[in-house]
């Protein structure tokens, strides 16, 4: 077990540096300064030579990608070009808007679509069955920054039930959930439909392998056999839907957030990506692929808890 | 005049003809007789013919402005209204979907073929070969599409090139791990240890018996992947990182249309519709023919 | 229906729906299952046997239909009860052994839960449920049952797990328990202990069983009563005495004469039921064996035959009874009914004295168990086991050599090494003389004309989307074809392997297996290559199909002079085609001699085992429940020191434990590993 948790750090760790590196290359890829494209352009020259001396732009790249990596390692990602405060720090106080979103939406889509999934598999074809796959279909095709746009054109604009903008008073708990509803709705509503026909085919597919009969055969009752037998199986693919899926969530909480005029994560980024800030879209990108590969490390390590038999071959 | 003798046909032969043509019937009518495949069917053409025919159709010029009108809801002149600057909503969307159609077509059939390559590469190929392409294959799924576009466009600023570029190389890993995951099935499976034994080389193999077999699911995933295609064109325009002003695409008349959101509602709906519609018309097409082909789902036991 | 009748089956007929039409499945199945007794259901595949077993448990595929008949279980319509009664009697009453254990027991949740759940019903602590499981699974013969009881289905063997899935069934004490195939998935020695084990239970537990199998041994061997099903219908039933020694329907006795087992003459040619099942989406509406019976008659596939009563059973036939009747029907058991191939049994054409045309010396494959820097962390010096062992082998031109193990023991790896399929660790394979082993595939290529494989499965080994024209010419594509015509050569190849021209249109997944397993033969045949390696032949195929296929391939080798290397677990078989066998264990060569001699007279305790491990066609030939050697083949991680028999041979000293038997000849052409044979001498006089 330590083993494939080593490994599995392991690979993790080479991902992250693949991602560095990449970042990296782009910045240097470019042409320009790299320092004034990391400073911005009303920099002073004073500025920009420390910043060359910092990030040893007069060394080979090679070097440069190193000493890069290292100031990442030790948590120093740069300065925001306009306030000069670390990029560590802006992104600290930014972060847990983006989590509360993103941990939101997902927990009401799986809080849905799963057990929805399990009912229409343990009655295909009735009217449930097929009122979930119709609406699932709906639900999947609409972008979700689309339902993030339409969410706030009904709710906030036309019907005036929920705030359109920002994340609440700080300190005020009922007005932040009032501001977190409509965009973990908009960005949780695609996820429901998906999760209820992946958690439906799984267990379709889990309900006819022979150890469903068996269990049938020794007259186990129904209950039993779907919750403590089927979906005990078929929840397994569905844990790995579920961490990969966090990469598209990512996406989805970008959108959520620059509608919403939320102070997240993918905000920053976005705002930053107008503004030329670079080392705020280096520190954003660096964070949202490292929350993504931390999320799919897990969600692997709970699938290895699990399933006994990926137990046995690690 | 005497007949000359022939080798009679075979019975079974004949049969065998009649019942694949039977099965073929048989495919077809119960594809017609499902009301979501033929709704998919219908809107999936739709697509095709308005972006195709959209100069021909739109009543007009997408960007010709009629300051006056600006603004307006649907009505018999406009029927989808019109934007800030009195341009005919239904005529952009007819443009735009142009565009989706562009990236659809082109982002689709590239990394549907790059990830059908490399996945066989990756499942049948040696392992150091495997892990690698694994590696490489997670480092990009690591980036969420809009994040990868954003880092993309903050050094190199917006052009539906890039946008291409984001949708092919975000969706390669997709069909790759699908190709690669049926390879690696049929790596060890008789039938090719026995080309093997036969002494057919690794392309023939590849492209003569593994491809055959790999090729159906990846072809409904890429029907299942057109909406995400269309959506990430749609959803970086509308962020202002795809396609540019004033040229129109869906994404675009969103953008328009968020901005006056509390003046007018009628751009933002109008310019969702067809995206839903267009998504709609390939997950259910997609489905569709995937119940048809998917022998796990086909299968009656 | 008497009183000693626990289940009586009467006018069942079932209908499965499916896009081809209403196939149907089951017509008018009758039959009563006595108390304590053992009955057996014996039909090749398509006969509807496991259907009938599910029928009864009310567990059948949803595209299921049963249009008519009764099964009275305790004075009870078993087709008519509730969902919720009839689950009160599954698991209690009535339980079920399943044929593959692998499948059948659900991968995620210890023997202990699997088992507990079983006895939801009886108001036990858990603690008592936990006891009883431990129990069941020490009387079917798992050791350390209390600890093990808290294992996973993959944690156990394959024979582990068969016995698990019997102690599940067994739990709680049914008065009936079914068993679908229940040793198919298992090796020869695993399936004598089987039969062995549910033996001694039904005397334990007074349990009535029904056994579903296309095993004519094991039915001799377990039952007491037989029913014999063939396309959806019952064609007779009766004692097992009376069915293996006085079958009177013209099926039994053709499926009772195609056994190899029970054909003591060793002649080349088998006998065989030509055609193939009939259509089930329209049955004839006379006998349904018409289309394939030897003695059939013109009234046969028109009108109905009569059910003939016999003194403990019934058969359905014209000749039996009737105005078609055939007072000399059925002749006496050595007259045979069916029809041996055309054509004279043929010669052996040895030559004894050539040069081996393969000569295999000193093979080792190595597989590797773990990555080397895993390895280095745990401190493992040699990550690596020995699936084939310092093998030395010949076959010369015009022979058949049989390599004959159960699974696990190398004997496909070796096929497969010897073709340049899979890397080998050291050792010689010469072909005519020359070192092909480890060569560069670019090199090897021109040799695959002379070395051609058939395997095991006989539709899986064909490319399932090309074509059997395709599929058939490949090899000429592959190996160049200028100037050659692929649709006469695809002719050709279809008449030599006697397979109609009609089907070179269709695909593998159309084809029968007897069919399929012709396309793979013409391939293997069409370079005019000098060996074959086939690997199981006849696996998959039903009995009356597999004399076909040997028939076919000792016609091609006696018209081409072919070498064949046959692998297989199948023992009967290889006793009828093979001129040398040799038996291997654990990687090892552990016994190679000539066929006779070596069945006749074994040297080693393993071949022995294998030899007494075949169950008889002939319930008076039962052996004793002793019989069966113990335990099963270790896994390569765990080779024992010694002799790598030493764990479960019967004969086994002190010093068997020290050191592997160097190979020993007691004939020029007999040789042995094992430091105390059976026999030293190469004379034949001990036959049985």
Redesign the interface.
């Known amino acids: 077990m330590l083993n494939y948790l080593l490994k599995r750090l392991g690979l993790a760790a080479l991902v992250v540096m693949a991602v560095l590196l990449l970042l990296f290359s782009m910045l240097h890829m470019i042409p320009g300064n790299p320092a004034i494209l990391a400073l911005g352009t009303r920099a002073t020259p004073e500025a920009i030579a420390a910043y060359s001396e910092r990030m040893h732009l007069d060394e080979p790249v090679l070097t440069q990608f190193i000493f890069f990596l290292g100031n990442a390692v030790q948590g120093d990602l740069g300065n925001d070009v306009f306030s000069n405060r670390p990029v560590t720090a802006v992104i600290g106080e930014r972060i847990g808007f983006t989590l509360a979103l993103i941990c939101t939406g997902m927990g009401w889509a799986v809080l849905l679509g799963v057990p929805l999934g399990c009912l229409a598999a343990v009655r295909p074809g009735t009217w449930i069955d097929r009122i979930t796959g119709v609406f699932s279909v709906g639900m999947i095709a609409v972008p979700s920054f689309l339902v993030s746009i339409w969410a706030l054109l009904l709710f906030s604009l036309h019907l005036r039930w929920l705030p359109a903008i920002g994340a609440g008073e700080p300190g005020d708990l009922s007005d932040q959930l009032s501001h977190l509803i409509l965009p973990a709705f908009a960005i949780g509503l695609g996820w429901v439909g998906y999760l209820a026909r992946m958690v439906r085919a799984s267990m379709l597919e889990v309900m006819g392998e022979p150890y469903i009969r068996s269990a049938r055969a020794f007259g186990l009752k129904p209950r039993r056999i779907v919750l403590g037998y089927a979906l005990r199986v078929a929840i397994l693919p569905t844990i790995t839907l579920i961490g990969m899926g966090f990469g598209g969530l990512i996406s989805s909480a970008v959108f959520a957030e620059i509608i919403f005029s939320r102070p997240g994560v993918g905000k920053m980024i976005f705002d930053a990506v107008s503004d030329r800030n670079f080392p705020i879209v280096q520190g954003g990108v660096l964070v949202a692929t490292g929350f993504y590969i931390l999320v799919v490390l897990f969600s692997d390590l709970l699938i290895a808890w699990l399933d006994p038999r990926v137990r046995a071959s690690l | 005049m005497s007949v000359p003798p022939s080798?009679p046909?075979?019975?079974?032969?004949l049969e065998?003809?009649e019942?694949a043509s039977r099965?073929r019937r048989?495919k077809l009518s119960s594809f017609l007789s499902d009301w979501?495949a033929v709704a998919g069917l219908v809107l999936v053409v739709a697509f095709f013919a308005s972006a195709i025919f959209a100069p021909w159709l739109a009543p007009y010029d997408p960007n010709a402005m009629d300051i006056p009108a600006r603004m307006s809801g649907p009505s018999w002149d406009h029927i989808a209204g019109t934007d800030q600057l009195g341009r005919d909503t239904f005529s952009r969307i007819l443009h735009g979907g142009r565009v989706a159609l562009y990236i659809a077509a082109i982002g689709v059939s590239a990394s549907l073929v790059v990830g059908l390559v490399l996945g066989m590469i990756a499942g049948y190929g040696p392992r150091w070969l495997d892990n690698l392409l694994l590696?490489?294959f997670?480092?990009v799924?690591?980036?969420?599409?809009?994040?990868?576009a954003?880092?993309?466009?903050?050094?190199?600023g917006p052009s539906l090139t890039v946008v291409l570029a984001i949708v092919i190389i975000t969706t390669i890993p997709s069909y790759a791990r699908v190709a690669r995951t049926a390879t690696m099935a049929l790596r060890h499976?008789?039938?090719i240890?026995?080309?093997?034994?036969?002494?057919?080389?690794t392309p023939?193999i590849l492209f003569?018996?593994v491809m055959?077999?790999v090729i159906g699911p990846l072809l409904i995933l890429a029907a299942m992947e057109v909406?995400v295609v269309v959506?990430i064109e749609?959803?970086l325009s509308?962020?202002g990182?795809g396609v540019l002003p004033p040229q129109a695409s869906w994404g675009t008349i969103?953008n328009e249309?968020?901005l006056v959101?509390?003046d007018t509602?009628w751009m933002?709906?109008a310019g969702?519709i067809p995206?839903?519609l267009t998504?709609?018309g390939f997950?259910?097409l997609g489905?569709a023919l995937r119940d048809l082909f998917d022998p796990?789902?086909g299968r009656?036991? | 229906m008497t009183d000693d009748t626990l289940l009586n089956i009467d006018g069942l007929t079932l209908d499965f729906r499916t896009n081809r039409g209403r196939v149907k499945a089951l017509r008018d199945i009758s039959f009563p299952v006595r108390k304590g007794r053992i009955l057996g259901i014996v039909g090749e595949s398509g006969s509807g046997k496991s259907t009938v077993l599910w029928s009864i448990l009310g567990l059948l595929a949803g595209n299921a239909e049963v249009m008519a008949g009764r099964i009275d279980f305790e004075g009870r319509d078993l087709l008519k009860l509730t969902p919720e009664a009839l689950r009160a009697i599954r698991g209690e009453q009535i339980s079920v052994v399943f044929q593959d254990p692998m499948t059948s027991q659900i991968p995620v949740l210890p023997y202990a839960r699997q088992m507990s759940d079983i006895l939801y019903r009886r108001t036990m602590s858990d603690n008592e449920k936990r006891k009883a499981a431990v129990e069941m699974l020490r009387r079917v013969g798992i050791p350390d049952s209390d600890s093990r009881v808290d294992a996973y289905p993959h944690e156990f063997s394959g024979g582990m797990r068969q016995r698990a899935g019997i102690a599940m069934s067994m739990l709680t004490g049914p008065n009936l328990l079914l068993a679908d195939e229940p040793t198919t998935a298992l090796d020869v020695t695993m399936e004598a202990q089987m039969i062995g084990l549910m033996r001694g239970l039904r005397e334990d537990f007074e349990t009535t069983i029904v056994v579903v199998s296309h095993n004519l041994g094991l039915i001799a061997e377990m039952c007491d009563d037989v029913v014999v099903m063939y396309a959806g219908e019952v064609v007779e039933t009766g004692e097992v005495h009376d069915i293996f020694h006085n079958a009177r329907h013209p099926y039994t006795r053709a499926l009772l004469e195609c056994d190899p087992a029970r054909i003591a003459d060793v002649s080349r040619k088998l006998p065989v039921i030509p055609g193939d099942i009939p259509d089930l989406t329209r049955p004839l509406p006379g006998c349904i064996f018409a289309t394939r019976c030897q003695r059939v008659m013109p009234e046969c596939s028109s009108l109905a035959p009569p059910l003939v009563p016999r003194g403990t059973g019934v058969a359905r036939c014209h000749l039996l009874d009737g105005p078609l009747a055939d007072p000399a029907w059925p002749p006496p058991p050595e007259v045979p009914t069916v029809a041996r191939d055309a054509g004279e049994p043929v010669p052996p054409q040895v030559r004894r004295t050539a040069e081996p045309l393969l000569d295999v010396s000193d093979l080792n494959v190595r597989f590797r168990t773990m990555g080397p820097v895993r390895a280095r962390i745990r401190g493992v010096s040699d990550p690596f086991v020995d699936a084939v062992l310092d093998v030395s082998l010949d076959v010369k031109p015009g022979e058949t050599v049989a390599l004959v193990g159960e699974s696990g023991s190398g004997k496909t790896t070796l096929g497969r090494t010897i073709l340049n399929l899979q890397q080998a660790a050291g050792g010689v394979v010469r072909f005519e003389g020359k070192d092909i082993l480890g060569m560069k595939e670019s090199r090897f290529k021109p040799l695959r004309r002379d070395m051609a494989m058939m395997f095991q499965d006989p539709v899986g080994s064909l490319s399932p989307r090309k074509s059997v024209r395709a599929l058939i010419t490949e090899p000429l594509v592959i190996h160049g074809a200028e100037g050659r015509n692929l649709d006469t050569e695809a002719e050709r190849l279809a008449d030599m392997v006697r397979l109609p021209r009609g089907f070179l249109a269709r695909y593998p997944h159309e084809l029968s297996g007897g069919q399929a397993r012709r396309v793979g033969v013409a391939r293997a045949l069409a370079l005019n290559p000098r060996l074959i390696v086939a690997d199981e032949p006849t696996a998959g195929l039903d009995v009356s199909v597999q004399g076909e296929i040997l028939n076919l391939m000792a016609d091609l080798q006696a018209e081409h002079g072919l070498s064949y290397l046959i692998i297989t677990h199948n023992l009967p078989v290889v006793r009828h085609i093979a001129d040398r066998i040799a038996i291997m264990y654990l990687g090892r060569i552990v016994e190679e001699g000539p066929a006779a001699e070596v069945f006749a007279a074994p040297a080693h305790p393993y071949t022995r085992a294998l030899v007494d491990g075949v169950p008889q066609p002939d319930p008076d030939r039962r052996r004793p429940p002793a019989a069966a050697i113990e335990g099963e083949v270790p896994s390569l991680l765990r080779r024992p020191t010694g002799c790598d028999f030493v764990s479960r041979c019967p004969l086994a000293r002190e010093e068997c434990r020290m050191a592997k038997p160097a190979h020993r000849n007691i004939a020029p052409d007999h040789r042995h590993a094992c430091l105390f044979p059976l026999r030293k001498t190469p004379e034949l006089t001990e036959t049985a």
């Open positions: 080798d046909v075979p019975a079974e032969a065998l003809r019942s099965e048989e979501q590696l490489l997670d480092a799924r690591s980036f969420p599409a809009v994040i990868l954003l880092a993309t466009v903050a050094l190199t499976t008789e039938f240890l026995a080309e093997r034994s036969l002494g057919a080389s023939r003569h018996h055959p077999n909406p959506s749609a959803g509308f962020l990182i969103l249309g968020y959101i509390r509602p933002v709906i969702g995206l839903i998504t709609l997950t259910f489905e796990r789902m009656g036991r």
